[in-house]
């Protein structure tokens, strides 16, 4: 049961008397249990609303719409999402690395298929029955993210904590069943659910498709907290080079657009990238499949696009270890249209979390005025080092805290597109302002 809470002005749920403080019972006969109930319903031309009237009278409403027509009606805060909390013990899991005194939300562990369809939130299925499965496929919640790791079901276990998360390939069976579309994900583990175990998961995967539509291998994460946690290794340069062997090689197999490891298994093995046309739709991309290649081809393309400018300036651009060369490698050909940008590619150790983490996204504001000394007029930063939505990093400092500490500006770049383009906008004001000054300079 939920209270509408606002009722749009001439929408469907205006024309057929909902008001404000009606309470939504359910729909055909079943009970709402949540937003994703009025969502589905919404998005369908024909059901029964079943209301109970401000004025305490259940109603049903017969409802004839078009499919892209909405009732347009907001709920109240009873039907919102409450993210379903994990009840796995993974021996890899990174809130269990986190030092200690950051933001309390940080340190929630949710496992929800409902977010991970609204948000590509990766879940284990670990926390749901056959309920929750049916439910899923009555409501179409398709695609799902799913946290696979391995087929065998000892080390499932074994790496998860859950007897239950062994049933994870039981579960999927059922959706592909119903046509769920399922993208799902492989935190490798050294000497665990690598080699050949790797191999009969992957088999397993592709044997569900297609509706396991990508699998994205990626290694470990290890921080320097992890006292009194399960002694995991970080796979080295070889390591990497058989990983990525084993899997381009049953990628081949699989018809080459299944499944592919992180870029940071590349640039640990320090192999050439794969082709931005290699990587599909990008699906994995969250994963960190395919995100230099998607900045490099945008980097590129603006690149093309833009005029050039010999204005002067000097930009620090902030990154992580792992995205150091590539950085480099793109602002030598920046100098083709900016040959007067001194751009320095200022690589950032993560001293927060342990230097052997190396993306951009953990870089904390902290270990950034830290290390960047002497900052120029202009810094930039990759917007994932901000938490969503925000201008806070994981430490808790803000961007023009930031820029208070080191007396600088920081723009914040949305990927390659907006890196060209914050660099150009920066050369036009400089060349802007240095008409304006010539023209004040002949009067």
Known sequence: MAKITSVQKGGIGEEIGLEIGDELLGFNGENIVDVLDYAFYDSQEEFTLNLLTKQGEKVDIEIEKGEDESLGIELDESVQLEPMRCKNKCLFCFVDQLPKGMRETLYVKDDDYRLSFVSGNYVTLSNIGQKELDRIAKLRLSPLYISVHAYDRDIKTKLVSNPESAKVFDKM???????????????????????????????????????????????????????????????????????????????????????????????????????????????????????????????????????????????????????????????????????????????????????????????????????????????????????????????GMTVSQLESALNTRILVSHGGDSYVKLIDGLCKDADNNKKQQNKRGAK
């Open 173 to 395: 069976e059922f959706l592909a069943q119903h046509g769920i579309t399922m993208h799902t994900q492989i935190v490798l583990c050294k000497n665990i659910n690598d080699k050949e175990v790797l191999d009969q998961t992957l088999t397993k995967l592709k044997e569900l498709s297609p509706y396991v539509k990508t699998v994205a291998v990626i290694p470990v994460g290890l921080t320097a907290h992890r006292q009194k946690l399960y002694p995991l290794e970080s796979f080295d340069r070889e390591d990497s080079r058989e990983v990525i062997a084993q899997v381009e090689a049953f990628n081949k197999t699989a018809g080459g657009e299944f499944c592919w490891c992180s870029d940071e298994f590349y640039i640990k093995a320090e192999l050439p990238l794969p082709e931005y046309d290699s990587y599909g739709n990008f699906d994995q991309i969250e994963n960190g499949v395919g995100l230099c290649a998607e900045f490099i081809d945008e980097f590129e393309n603006a690149l093309d696009e833009v005029k050039g400018s010999n204005a002067a300036l000097r930009i620090a651009s902030v990154t992580g270890q792992s995205f150091k060369e590539i950085l480099t490698s793109l602002s030598k050909k920046l100098k083709s249209k900016y040959p007067n940008v001194d751009l320095r590619i200022c690589d950032i150790y993560n001293d927060f979390f342990g230097r052997s983490i190396t993306v951009a996204g953990l870089i904390t504001a902290g270990d950034i005025v830290k290390q960047l000394k002497d900052a120029p007029e202009y810094t930039i930063i990759p917007s994932n080092m901000l938490r969503e939505f925000t201008d806070t990093f994981l430490d």
